[in-house]
């Protein structure tokens, strides 16, 4: 039983940490994107290693006779992993609409 509170409190925390990296990594009005980004991956980082933990216990077997199951395939390190790919995409894509707004705005003077 007190494994199964600890594997629920854990994934919200890790829930909890993504949506902490996501916030600094999009949310902060007047920043640069270089300082978002190192700011960012610092979070990341700090976000890995809770979902991570929290993957361990969910491969830890509840039941005796239950095998263990491998890290990786385990939700919380999942969602991480699709967290990740879904933040760099959109980092990048809104890197890049702050870097050319000749590409989005066609009222901006564009003439060099």
């Known amino acids: 039983m007190l494994l199964e ?3 629920v409190l854990s994934f919200l925390l890790s829930i ?3 949506y902490w990296v996501t ?3 999009f949310f902060v009005p007047g920043s640069r994107w270089q300082d978002r ?3 960012a991956l610092l979070r990341l980082a700090l976000s890995a290693c809770i979902c991570f933990f929290s993957g ?3 491969s ?3 039941r005796p006779r ?3 199951q491998a890290l990786v395939s385990t939700l919380p390190v999942q969602l991480f992993f699709w967290a990740l790919a879904g933040i760099a995409v959109l980092f990048v894509s809104s890197w890049y609409i702050a870097s050319y707004p000749c590409s989005i ?3 901006y003077d564009c003439s060099f």
């Open 16 to 18: 909890l940490s993504l």
């Open 66 to 68: 239950r095998r263990h």
């Open 60 to 62: 830890w077997p509840a």
């Open 23 to 25: 916030i600094s990594a």
């Open 5 to 7: 509170i600890s594997q």
């Open 37 to 39: 980004l190192t700011l």
């Open 56 to 58: 361990l216990l969910f």
């Open 105 to 107: 705005n066609a009222t």
